[in-house]
């Protein structure tokens, strides 16, 4: 009991709360749906730019952005360490 009011005292207990993680960890979540969504709609946009001839240039590009962001939504993790 003791060390309990030390730490209270000294301001290191209660940093860290669980309402915090969980925040972070959904908006972490939201953001890859988001960009994976965000990927498939460029992917889809792609393909249709490539059925016309003159267009295929481009949409070769968005295609491939498109298929970035996938991967990137899917796998990639940036941490603030």
Known sequence: MRFAL???EEGTAMTHTTAGHI??????LLE??????????MIIIG?????TM?????GV?????GVLLVIGGLFARIDER
């Open 6 to 8: 030390q730490l209270y």
């Open 23 to 28: 925040f972070v960890g959904v908006t972490r």
């Open 61 to 65: 590009v968005v295609g491939l952005l």
């Open 32 to 41: 890859h749906a988001a960009t994976v969504a965000l990927g498939l709609v």
């Open 47 to 51: 393909l249709g730019l490539g059925v």
């Open 54 to 58: 003159i267009m295929l240039p481009v």
